[in-house]
Nanobody, 134 residues
Framework: QLQLVQSGGGLVESGGSLTLSCAAVGFNLDNYYIGWFRQAPGKEREGVSCLNGSDGSPDYVDSVKGRFTIFRDNAKNSVYLRMNGLNTEDTGVYYC???????????????????????????WGQGTQVTVST
């Protein structure tokens, strides 16, 4: 059974840092496309960062570029999201998700259809709350 177990959320002051973890259980993350998503109160879920399953290249939505870093630890079969320079706009529930990526290239990264692709074909973690205070 494919399972993603998340940890690492919490409360942090504006300007602070957090690292989120997403551990794969029951399968190997190799060759999976990995995405981090977030959903703020009253807003649609949005894509934040991703790792290409083919070449491992990272990508970020514009609002987090230069502040967030996605990386993986193959030995721990886990993927991480390091978040620096957090601000109140980063508050939300953060999710990791994986997919085999078949046809994913047809969707613009972080666009609505890209998020729906993961909704339909992806496996999701349970989510973790990140709250940034002023």
């Amino acid at each position: 059974q494919l399972q993603l177990v998340q940890s690492g959320g919490g409360l942090v002051e504006s300007g602070g840092s957090l690292t989120l973890s997403c551990a794969a259980v029951g399968f190997n993350l190799d060759n999976y496309y990995i995405g981090w998503f977030r959903q703020a109160p009253g807003k649609e879920r949005e894509g934040v960062s991703c790792l290409n399953g083919s070449d491992g290249s990272p990508d970020y939505v514009d609002s987090v570029k230069g502040r967030f870093t996605i990386f993986r630890d193959n030995a721990k079969n886990s993927v991480y999201l390091r978040m620096n320079g957090l601000n109140t706009e980063d508050t939300g529930v953060y999710y990791c998700a994986v997919s085999l990526g078949l046809g994913l290239e047809l969707h613009s990264p972080f666009g609505p259809s890209w998020v729906r692709y993961y909704d339909e074909y992806g496996h999701w973690g349970q989510g973790t709350q990140v709250t940034v205070s002023t």
